[in-house]
Each structure stands twice: as C-alpha cells, then as structure tokens.
T-cell receptor, first 116, second 112 residues
Framework: GAGVSQSPRYKVAKRGQDVALRCDPI?????LFWYQQALGQGPEFLTYFQNEAQLDKSGLPSDRFFAERPEGSVSTLKIQRTQQEDSAVYLC??????????????FGPGTRLTVL | DAKTTQPNSMESNEEEPVHLPCNHS???????IHWYRQLPSQGPEYVIH???SNVNNRMASLAIAEDRKSSTLILHRATLRDAAVYYCILRPLYNQGGKLIFGQGTELSVKP
C-alpha cells in the first residue's frame, strides 16, 4: 500500500535561495509531523498539524521556516533564505485519525537538503 | 520530559539474539516506552511499545524492568536487515498521538 511520500528526495540549494519540500501523507491520516535530522543525530520535531490546523510549531528554528497544510492532506515545508546550517534530512510523518489510544507514526523517506 | 539513555553503538552476529538496553530513570508512571528504528537512508519505523508488562510482536520483544527505570529491546535472531539505529522514546499517556522526542539512539551493526 502507499506509504508517506516526500519530494524531492534530494535538494541542493545555494545559500540564500528559498526551498519548498513536499509531503504526501497516508490517505486519511489526520495528523502530520515534520522533523529535521542533522547528520549523525536523531530526528528533531519541527511542527505538527491536525487536519489543516497547525497545532504546534514550537520546533521551527527560525521565522525562515514555514509549514502549511491548506486542505488537510498534502503539506509543504518552506525554508526562506537558506543557510548552511539548514542542511539536513527533513522527515515527514503521519498518523491515523485520533480516537485510538495510541497512534503509530509512519515516516516518509525524507528529503536531504544540502545548502552550499 | 523524561530522558532516555542508550549506548551509542552495539555489534551483533547474524542469527544471534540482540539485547538493546535503554535507561529511563526519571520515567513517570504514565509514560509509555516506545521503540522505533531507522534503517540506512530511510525514515524511522515503529517497532514496539509497552507500559509495564513485557510485550512481544513479530518484530521484537520488549522487556521492562519491574521498577520501569530501564527496558530492553530484544531481537531474537538478528539478520543483516536489522542493522539500523534503534531509538527508545518515552511518550506520556496524555500525548500518545503527539510528537516523538528522539535521543541519539543505538547504532546496531550485524556481522555475517
């Protein structure tokens, strides 16, 4: 079955460029998460949506980072004026509708962003 | 949030059991213990979770200490495909659907 997909898988940007990373969650999943994973580190939470509502953006490192999910399905993570420290793998995860006691998160393969 | 501590790396031989430890001495009574793993060049995937009792599923077993201050993920027969980073994560009862807080994890290598 279709899992979480992300595009592009790899992105190279020059410092100062804007980038947009896309996430297609599993159909019907209400919750969507973005994580950032630096080389050799565990993933770090960036932001969380429930349907189209962004309920938690406490992990976004600066106001250059912006995420949206306008129709409650596909999400886009945008990074403006990219810096070298933004180089990382950006992971998207989705989870099943609330109501269950525990919601396993299903991760996409990630987008590897390299800022030169 | 309660913190977990895991060894940075472990080695195993193929087809032998592997015991991956996790310390969580500040765990609260309502924290669930979850394990995820991340294969090379992939996103993390769920492995198993538990509260107090030992748990088994098709992937692994989870042994939880009686005082809940530590737990062990057990792979009964390691295969080359089990080479991954394994993360032990605590999830509060009130936040079972929320964000995951990953530590450094344990990088498991499996030798043929």
């Amino acid at each position: 079955g279709a899992g979480v997909s992300q595009s592009p898988r790899y992105k190279v940007a020059k410092r100062g460029q804007d980038v947009a990373l896309r996430c297609d969650p599993i159909s019907g999943h209400v919750s969507l998460f973005w994580y950032q994973q630096a080389l050799g580190q565990g993933p770090e939470f960036l932001t969380y949506f429930q349907n189209e509502a962004q309920l938690d953006k406490s992990g976004l490192p600066s106001d250059r980072f912006f995420a949206e999910r306008p129709e409650g399905s596909v999400s886009t993570l945008k990074i403006q004026r990219t810096q070298q420290e933004d180089s990382a793998v950006y992971l998207c995860a989705s989870s099943a509708p609330p109501g269950g006691f525990y919601n396993e998160q299903f991760f996409g393969p990630g987008t590897r962003l390299t800022v030169l | 949030d309660a913190k977990t501590t895991q060894p940075n790396s472990m080695e195993s031989n193929e087809e032998e059991p592997v015991h991956l430890p996790c310390n969580h001495s500040t765990i609260s009574g309502t924290d669930y213990i979850h394990w995820y793993r991340q294969l090379p060049s992939q996103g993390p995937e769920y492995v198993i979770h538990g509260l107090t009792s030992n748990v088994n599923n098709r992937m692994a077993s989870l042994a939880i200490a009686e005082d809940r201050k530590s737990s062990t993920l057990i792979l009964h027969r390691a295969t080359l495909r089990d080479a991954a980073v394994y993360y032990c994560i605590l999830r509060p009862l009130y936040n079972q659907g929320g964000k995951l807080i990953f530590g450094q994890g344990t990088e498991l290598s499996v030798k043929p």
